[in-house]
T-cell receptor
Framework: DQQVKQNSPSLSVQEGRISILNCDYT??????FLWYKKYPAEGPTFLIS?????DKNEDGRFTVFLNKSAKHLSLHIVPSQPGDSAVYFC????????????FGGGTRLMVKP | SQTIHQWPATLVQPVGSPLSLECTVE??????LYWYRQAAGRGLQLLFY??????ISSEVPQNLSASRPQDRQFILSSKKLLLSDSGFYLC???????????FGSGTRLTVV
């Protein structure tokens, strides 16, 4: 049973436009959510996170939105740049489970110049 | 500062051969350590995690095993590799205090 799902395996966006990556989860007990970015042949790197007590967190061009009632989070990248092309993983954790992260399947973002 | 080292970067092994991938962390003590695998076109699958020396939890029955002989050393092994073991293996660490993971650079394993 996949507790964290990224239903779009890929997304193509024009440079300068907004990229919106979506993630859904099933476990209402998750209390911390993260986004990771992964380039080919490299390990994922942390991008941005949000606690379940918030509904928005912004860091430069990156904003994560959390809708707890819908069990949905999204990552917005504005403006998108070609260097943003990568695979993006969302992850969720349970504070009382040693902060074990459960990852989604990833979305490949391609930003066209 | 904390760093994580994972090697080798790439590995081609024949079916039935043994495997040993090593991961070490520097600059921290008693980290939680993790082994993940990313199969082609798939997401990140947790294979093993460890909260201390000699403590290993397996998430998925595998042809693989893990060991933690020292506080900051995590080893992924197999006695006999299968074709299905091919993939991108990632080691990660965390302090388990609400922070995220820091990943190593990964090992691309191809079983032929």
């Amino acid at each position: 049973d996949q507790q964290v799902k990224q239903n779009s395996p890929s997304l193509s966006v024009q440079e300068g436009r907004i990229s919106i990556l979506n993630c859904d989860y099933t476990n209402s007990m998750f209390d911390y959510f993260l986004w990771y970015k992964k380039y080919p042949a490299e390990g994922p790197t942390f991008l941005i996170s949000i606690s379940s007590i918030k509904d928005k967190n912004e860091d430069g061009r990156f904003t994560v939105f959390l809708n707890k009632s819908a069990k949905h989070l999204s990552l917005h990248i504005v403006p998108s740049q070609p260097g943003d092309s990568a695979v993006y993983f969302c992850a969720a954790s349970l504070n009382n489970a040693g902060n074990m992260l459960t990852f989604g399947g990833g979305t490949r973002l391609m930003v066209k110049p | 500062s904390q760093t994580i080292h994972q090697w080798p970067a790439t590995l081609v092994q024949p079916v039935g051969s043994p495997l040993s991938l090593e991961c070490t962390v520097e600059g921290t003590s008693n980290p939680n350590l993790y082994w993940y695998r990313q199969a082609a076109g798939r997401g990140l699958q947790l294979l093993f995690y460890s909260v201390g020396i000699g403590q290993i939890s397996s998430e998925v029955p595998q042809n693989l095993s893990a060991s933690r002989p020292q506080d900051r050393q995590f080893i992924l092994s197999s006695k006999k590799l299968l074709l299905s073991d091919s993939g991108f293996y990632l080691c990660a660490w965390s302090l388990g205090q609400g922070d995220g993971y820091t990943f190593g650079s990964g090992t691309r394993l191809t079983v032929v």
